[in-house]
């Protein structure tokens, strides 16, 4: 059975940091392109950052460029999102994604994932 489990939610004040664990069980992370998506109140899953199987090609929306570092620890099963300086509107649920290897991987795309996690809360506060 595949599990994704997220875990390091918090409550951080405007300008903190705080780090999101993605465990895996089930499946071999290293041969899944992973990624994290987060959804606020009333709006709809967005994404936010990816990492291709080897870890040499990331991807980041444009409204966490430079603040957000997505990582993999293939030994530990893990995937990890470092988020820093941030901002109100980071508060939502962030959701870890896996998409095992496949050609015309499109990280944004909520379709393209095989397996999701079943999110945790980050709450960004003034």
């Known amino acids: 059975q595949v599990q994704l489990v997220e875990s390091g939610e918090g409550l951080v004040q405007a300008g903190g940091s705080l780090r999101l664990s993605c465990a895996a069980s089930?499946?071999?992370?290293?041969?899944?392109?992973m990624a994290w998506f987060r959804q606020a109140p009333g709006k709809e899953r967005e994404f936010v950052a990816a990492l291709n199987w080897s870890g040499s090609n990331t991807y980041y929306a444009d409204s966490v460029k430079g603040r957000f570092t997505i990582s993999r620890d293939n030994a530990k099963n893990t995937v990890y999102l470092q988020m820093n300086s941030l901002k109100l509107e980071d508060t939502a649920v962030y959701y870890c994604?896996?998409?095992?290897?496949?050609?015309?991987?499109?990280?944004?795309?909520?379709?393209?994932?095989?397996?999701w996690g079943q999110g945790t809360q980050v709450t960004v506060a003034s």
């Open positions: 994604a896996a998409q095992f290897l496949t050609a015309g991987w499109q990280p944004w795309t909520r379709g393209e994932y095989d397996y």
């Open positions: 089930g499946l071999a992370i290293s041969v899944y392109n």
